[in-house]
């Protein structure tokens, strides 16, 4: 996991319904280290939870970070726990900030999608575009704007001309239509898109429909669906190398079954979302349950998520060297 920074929570506030902002700040007033938007953060939570959240808005003159929570009732209990537990001037441990949704290089364009919370990573992306003169589009779209954190950030932006606000309650003519919001594919454009699982699914399909090619598609799952595990089957992992082969129970994770046997392993979202503990396959087939590798990613069968998928065959031979996450 690296090593954690101690932070003050320097300021705490409400930015829409069930929505909550913090700003941290180093306990000893040291600058945090720099990041580029779609950058996010572990931050350790009171009881031992360790949670994911996107850093939103551009490092300031203050060096300090900035996240907004959702509270989920469908989460795990971290948002939960981070609104109701967590006040200004209370101490939390987080991670360096990591960047598996980065923006990519040169002068194309690019068309920006956020559903809800989803907007986290994307209003820094804006913010990081405005500044360096990239030409952009920015999408938003909610249930409801009292729902809906940072609409009057970005009306009230010097991008606000390039962003377009679709709430499912308010006047047809401004609701969400996904063919025309993205249109068809350009060799100088990509796409990024952060929020709900079944918003992402809707705009990811939709763009491939237009003839979108996967590598120009870019997107940050916050949580994966259940998964029904009832099917599940004992099977193998073999250390590449070593000869020594790992049991995994069908009521086990992959991951937690190589933490029992002694080896390290990085987790961290532990549901396929977040990239941490991407292993790399030399043999055998995985089971992807995971929302971070591409289709194409999964068809090579030679990388899976511990922490979420399983195998198709008896025996999986896997090497713990670390892997370089690719950005999707």
Known sequence: MGTLLKVRVARREMLAEGIAGYELAAVDGAALPDFMAGAHIDVHLPGGLVRQYSLCELPGTQGRYRIGVLRDPQSRGGSARLIDAVREGDELAIGAPRNHFALQGGTQRSLLFAGGIGVTPILC?????????????????????????????????????????????????????????????????????????????????????LGWPEERLHREYFAAAPVDHAGDDAFELE???????????????????????????????????????????????????????????????????????????PRLVIDLQPVNPSCN
Do not use: K, W
């Not at 047809?172 to 060799?187: H, K, L, N, S, V």
């Not at 079944?198 to 429909?209: I, K, N, P, Y």
């Not at 068809?299 to 899976?304: I, K, S």
């Open 125 to 209: 992306m804006a913010q990081q575009l405005a500044r360096e003169g990239r030409p952009f589009e920015m999408h938003y779209c909610g249930r409801s704007l009292s729902r809906m954190a940072f609409v009057d950030t970005l009306r009230g932006s010097g991008y606000s001309d390039q962003v377009r606000i679709h709430v499912d309650e308010g006047p047809p003519a401004q609701r969400f239509d996904a063919r025309t919001a993205i249109g068809a594919a350009a060799e100088d454009s990509h796409l990024y898109v952060c929020g709900p699982t079944g918003f992402m699914d809707h705009v990811l399909e939709t763009a491939r429909s």
């Open 239 to 313: 250390l590449l190398g070593t000869g020594q082969v790992v049991p995994v129970r069908a009521e086990q994770s992959a991951a937690q079954a190589l933490l029992d046997a002694g080896f390290p392993l990085s987790l961290s979202c532990e549901q396929g979302v977040c990239g941490t503990c991407i292993t790399r396959v030399a043999q055998g087939v995985p089971d992807h349950r995971d929302l971070y590798l591409t289709e194409e990613e999964h068809l090579r069968n030679d990388a899976f998520m511990p922490c979420c998928s399983r195998a198709r065959t």
